[in-house]
């Protein structure tokens, strides 16, 4: 549920100045008549926006892998569907869409008034082109599983076909998508992947696209705004697009300012910033913020973090061991205390606020100590000077912990606190996140370690964390997870587009997932941003960051 935190605050202007405030005043009113040499103050249309990171300046929506491009990209670039401030899924490039009565076929109609920042028209041979080239066996970006079940985009990739079958033109304003089995994601994958322009980018080979440093830092979309100024290490400069095809935005201009998380307090009071993610949720923080007449708003977010353990190993390959593990840990305290309460503890690899998470069924593993001693002596676990053993093994354990995120790390002594109160030694193995990664994601060799997740709009694309298919490789599922129920409730829930029925499938995995507990899934911290209050229609969510800017406006 999102959460907004506001208050109006009514400072004493000099004699003579206009008075505008969000409260009725009972004061004396006074008549000023207008110089007519004076100018009317209008409220600059110019936002700024704080990043905490230059975008690397990769402006290409097949290419980009960052957060900070992805917001640039994301101004500048149109999709075919887009995400309301609620996550729903609505038309974009598309006007509508119709889906065949076998989910295989997604035939888009396509607008009509659009037209490239340049002047140029936008036609579906730009959609076929963004989604073939995603196909290229060149290509070097992240996206191929977004498109790799369309019909033939797998031989196109081999170099055994000269176009990817399932994607049709049908006409200048209309083009299908034919998958080979049904793909849930589809619809999502849509509404988050830009769309690039051909008469640009067609004459370049896929495999010298990051090469193209010119266009890359001079984008051109089809998005609410147009980048006219890249300065790395400082800012990006937007202008609105005139001819948007929703509307030409309010806003005028959008300023993203690389800026410093220790300073950016008091630029959002002083006003050289309008908008920030929220860097600290202590109370005194929150306080300055409304007392300086900021808003903040604050909801769950789509990332968890989660304690992960090797279910090769075994000293973990009972699931009462893990089970009892996640009963030790003080997953209350660790929201209480270092998120301030601003958090929640989750109890399935699903993001809270998704309608795929259960809302009841799920064991909660509230703290108790007892609980855990008790699945721990069911396993053959003896404790003997205060440390567990079994048949001559003695539960001691590395915890590898990321540096970088310093709630995560401030949670490690606690975990390791915890688990010694049942008899578990934790040896903790602090080191930076590519050592973690390496050990992992990449080798999956380890016994415990913190991780992150951040989660994908739709929840089919879980399958690639938790498929038994996986195992032994580089990939998500970090626990080795080997379990042939989920496997066949993942793919059920995959095979329909109906969301009514998905929910049921991942509830039933959800439920599987808090019963064989193969991770601790400890918090998911909220996301927060403070701002203006003067901009109105301002909203975020977690995976859009600026939904209908071209309503946004400041008074």
Same mark, same amino acid.
């Given at each position: 549920?999102?959460?907004?935190?506001?208050?109006?605050? *009514?400072?004493?202007?000099?004699v003579?100045?206009l008075?505008?405030?969000c409260?009725?005043?009972?004061?004396?009113e006074?008549s000023v008549?207008?110089?007519?040499n004076?100018?009317?103050?209008?409220?600059s249309q110019?936002? /700024?926006?704080?990043?905490?990171?230059?975008?690397k300046?990769?402006?290409?929506?097949v290419?980009?892998?960052?957060?900070?491009?992805?917001?640039?990209?994301?101004?500048?670039?149109?999709?075919?569907?887009?995400?309301d401030?609620?996550?729903?899924?609505?038309?974009?490039l598309?006007?509508?869409?119709e889906v065949?009565?076998?989910?295989l076929?997604?035939t888009?109609?396509l607008r009509?008034?659009?037209?490239?920042?340049?002047?140029?028209?936008f036609?579906a041979?730009?959609?076929?082109f963004?989604?073939?080239?995603?196909?290229?066996?060149n290509?070097t970006?992240?996206?191929?599983a977004?498109?790799?079940?369309?019909?033939?985009?797998?031989?196109?990739r081999?170099?055994k076909?000269?176009t990817?079958?399932?994607?049709?033109?049908?006409?200048?304003?209309?083009i299908?998508?034919t998958?080979?089995?049904?793909?849930?994601?589809?619809?999502?994958?849509?509404?988050?992947?830009g769309?690039?322009?051909?008469?640009?980018?067609?004459?370049?080979?896929v495999?010298?696209?990051?090469k193209q440093?010119?266009?890359?830092? /001079?984008?051109i979309g089809?998005?609410?705004?147009k *980048?006219?100024n890249?300065?790395?290490?400082?800012y990006?400069?937007?202008?609105r697009?005139?001819n948007?095809?929703l509307g030409?935005?309010?806003?005028?201009?959008?300023i993203?300012k690389?800026?410093?998380?220790e300073?950016a307090q008091?630029?959002?009071? $002083?006003g050289?910033l309008d908008?920030?993610?929220?860097s600290?949720?202590?109370?005194q923080?929150?306080?300055?913020?409304?007392?300086?007449?900021?808003?903040?708003?604050?909801?769950?977010?789509a990332?968890?973090?989660?304690m992960t353990?090797n279910?090769?190993?075994p000293?973990f390959?009972?699931?009462?061991?893990?089970?009892?593990?996640?009963?030790?840990?003080n997953r209350?305290?660790?929201? $209480?205390?270092?998120?301030e309460?601003?958090g929640?503890?989750?109890n399935?690899?699903?993001?809270?606020?998704?309608w795929?998470?259960?809302k009841?069924?799920l064991?909660?593993y509230?703290?108790?100590?007892?609980?855990?001693?008790?699945?721990?002596?069911?396993?053959?676990?003896t404790?003997e000077?205060?440390?567990?053993?079994k048949?001559?093994?003695?539960f001691?354990v590395?915890?590898?912990?990321?540096?970088g995120?310093?709630?995560?790390?401030q949670?490690?002594?606690?975990?390791q606190?915890?688990?010694?109160?049942v008899?578990?030694e934790?040896?903790?193995?602090?080191m930076?996140?590519?050592s973690?990664?390496a050990?992992?994601y990449?080798e999956?060799?380890?016994?415990m370690?913190?991780?992150?997740?951040?989660?994908e709009?739709?929840?089919?694309?879980?399958?690639?964390?938790?498929?038994?298919?996986l195992?032994?490789?580089?990939?998500?599922?970090?626990?080795n997870?080997?379990?042939?129920?989920?496997?066949?409730?993942?793919?059920?829930?995959a095979?329909?587009?109906?969301?009514d029925?998905?929910?049921? =499938?991942y509830?039933?995995w959800?439920?599987?997932?808090?019963e064989?507990?193969?991770?601790?899934y400890?918090?998911?911290p909220?996301?927060?941003?403070?701002?203006?209050?003067n901009?109105k229609?301002?909203?975020?969510?977690n995976?859009?960051e600026?939904p209908?800017i =071209?309503?946004?406006?400041?008074?």
């Amino acid at each position: 549920m999102k959460k907004k935190i506001g208050s109006c605050l *009514l400072m004493t202007l000099l004699v003579g100045a206009l008075l505008v405030g969000c409260g009725s005043m009972t004061s004396k009113e006074t008549s000023v008549t207008p110089n007519p040499n004076e100018t009317e103050t209008v409220a600059s249309q110019t936002i /700024n926006y704080a990043i905490w990171s230059s975008p690397k300046g990769v402006f290409n929506p097949v290419l980009l892998n960052d957060i900070y491009d992805r917001k640039v990209g994301e101004l500048v670039f149109s999709s075919l569907l887009t995400l309301d401030a609620d996550d729903n899924i609505i038309p974009a490039l598309a006007e509508s869409y119709e889906v065949s009565e076998d989910n295989l076929k997604i035939t888009f109609k396509l607008r009509s008034n659009v037209t490239w920042h340049d002047g140029k028209p936008f036609t579906a041979k730009d959609v076929a082109f963004t989604f073939t080239s995603i196909a290229d066996p060149n290509y070097t970006g992240p996206r191929f599983a977004e498109i790799e079940k369309l019909v033939g985009a797998q031989d196109y990739r081999d170099g055994k076909a000269d176009t990817v079958k399932g994607i049709e033109i049908i006409d200048e304003k209309t083009i299908s998508f034919t998958y080979s089995e049904v793909y849930a994601a589809a619809l999502a994958n849509f509404a988050i992947r830009g769309i690039l322009p051909e008469h640009l980018w067609g004459a370049i080979p896929v495999g010298e696209w990051e090469k193209q440093t010119n266009l890359l830092t /001079n984008p051109i979309g089809t998005g609410a705004f147009k *980048l006219v100024n890249f300065v790395p290490d400082q800012y990006v400069e937007l202008v609105r697009n005139d001819n948007y095809f929703l509307g030409a935005p309010k806003l005028e201009k959008v300023i993203l300012k690389v800026s410093n998380q220790e300073t950016a307090q008091g630029e959002l009071i $002083n006003g050289t910033l309008d908008i920030a993610a929220l860097s600290s949720f202590k109370q005194q923080d929150l306080d300055t913020y409304t007392s300086a007449g900021k808003t903040i708003l604050e909801y769950p977010s789509a990332s968890y973090q989660f304690m992960t353990m090797n279910n090769e190993n075994p000293l973990f390959a009972d699931k009462r061991v893990r089970q009892a593990i996640t009963y030790a840990i003080n997953r209350d305290g660790l929201v $209480n205390q270092l998120l301030e309460g601003h958090g929640s503890i989750i109890n399935a690899p699903l993001a809270v606020s998704s309608w795929a998470y259960p809302k009841e069924g799920l064991n909660d593993y509230a703290y108790d100590t007892e609980k855990a001693k008790s699945l721990l002596a069911e396993a053959g676990w003896t404790e003997e000077n205060g440390v567990l053993q079994k048949e001559g093994t003695v539960f001691k354990v590395d915890l590898l912990v990321p540096t970088g995120n310093k709630v995560r790390e401030q949670s490690a002594p606690v975990i390791q606190q915890n688990l010694k109160e049942v008899g578990i030694e934790v040896n903790i193995q602090a080191m930076d996140f590519a050592s973690v990664k390496a050990k992992v994601y990449e080798e999956h060799s380890y016994e415990m370690a913190l991780m992150g997740f951040s989660l994908e709009l739709d929840p089919a694309d879980a399958k690639s964390y938790w498929s038994s298919e996986l195992l032994g490789k580089p990939g998500f599922n970090f626990a080795n997870f080997n379990n042939a129920l989920s496997d066949t409730i993942l793919n059920q829930a995959a095979q329909s587009l109906n969301q009514d029925e998905r929910k049921v =499938h991942y509830n039933e995995w959800a439920k599987l997932l808090n019963e064989e507990a193969p991770f601790v899934y400890l918090y998911s911290p909220n996301e927060a941003r403070v701002y203006n209050p003067n901009i109105k229609g301002y909203n975020f969510s977690n995976y859009i960051e600026f939904p209908n800017i =071209h309503k946004w406006t400041v008074e």
